[in-house]
């Protein structure tokens, strides 16, 4: 049963990461609280996981280019920009 948890919750994880991601490239803004209430976590994992998905991107940048999710100031959320992006 242990086994069992550690797998739904490692592919919720999972999940989440991928989730967010999508929503960066399709180039949704997000807020901490709005991810943290969608998924059922805490503030803290949610810049976890955009902290992994930060890592990734600059990992392969070679391959995606240059993008990152930052945060937007004016409208207190994170988005992804993309080199080039004049906002």
Do not use: P
């Not at 991601?21 to 803290?44: A, C, H, Q, V």
């Amino acid at each position: 049963e242990l086994i069992c948890i550690i797998v739904m919750s490692r592919y919720s994880k999972i999940h989440r990461i991928l989730d967010i991601f999508y929503m960066g490239i399709n180039d949704k803004y997000f807020s901490t609280r709005e991810l943290s209430d969608k998924y059922n976590i805490s503030g803290k994992t949610v810049s976890r996981d955009i902290s992994e998905i930060r890592s990734f991107l600059f990992e392969y940048r070679d391959i995606i280019g240059n993008a990152d999710i930052v945060y937007d100031r004016k409208k207190k959320k994170y988005h992804m920009k993309y080199q080039g992006d004049n906002d």
